[in-house]
Nanobody, 126 residues
């Protein structure tokens, strides 16, 4: 079993930065795909960034070059550095983890992961 706790959201102006954190409790997420998905009001959940068991990363086109995902296995933690934020990034962000597919990630699958955090609100004003 794995429990995820995400944090770090807030309100910023366009162009600003935020760093989201996700702490994992229970099993160590060594062989998991880990990532972030988001849900904006009235929109479907969207995979944002993912990091495979071996550290390979993938990003949604909408955030490439602005967001960076990383993990620290020793601290059982994952992070999402978000720079150059835009109003369209406003959403609730959830960290996620899954062991299916051998710990390799598919962005579209992130919202269907076995484990989610409780979500953290990110609001970007223009």
């Amino acid at each position: 079993q794995l429990r995820l706790v995400d944090s770090g959201g807030g309100s910023v102006q366009a162009g600003g930065s935020l760093r989201l954190s996700c702490a994992a409790y229970g099993n160590r997420p060594i062989n998991y795909c880990m990532g972030w998905f988001r849900q904006a009001p009235g929109k479907e959940r969207e995979g944002v960034a993912a990091i495979d068991r071996d550290g390979s990363t993938s990003y949604a086109d909408s955030v490439k070059g602005r967001f960076t995902i990383s993990k620290d296995i020793a601290k059982n933690s994952m992070y999402l550095q978000m720079n150059s934020l835009k109003p369209e990034d406003t959403a609730i962000y959830y960290c996620a983890a899954d062991r299916r597919n051998g710990g390799y990630c598919y962005l579209d699958n992130l919202p269907f992961s076995d484990y989610w955090g409780q979500g953290t609100q990110v609001t970007v004003s223009s």
